[in-house]
């Protein structure tokens, strides 16, 4: 009896050592993850700061395209007041000109 308890007490040991090993594997994933994990934390913090980034640069950019085309919607404003008071000028003067060619 003493021969097969210490083969059990060997077989016992032997389960334990592999159940230690075991442990140790999985502590060594369970810190692999957790490594991975504040790893990609920190990435995804700095994608979604360039996403926020890239949108404020668009918001600016679309700010300053509204300005711009505000400022050619005025240029073109000028421009045709410009030219009605060319041809109002034009038509003063042409219907000066006739009228003292009538008259005069």
Sequence with gaps: MGAALRADVAGIRNDIGAVKQDLRILEAKAE???TWRVRY???EDL?????????????????????DLARIRGERDVERRLSLMIVSLLSAVCGGLATSLFHG
Excluded: C, H, N, P
């Design 32 to 34: 692999s993850l957790e």
């Design 41 to 43: 934390l920190a990435q």
């Design 47 to 67: 994608v979604v700061a360039k996403i926020f980034s890239k949108v404020d640069e668009l918001i600016g950019g679309l700010g300053d395209m509204r300005a």
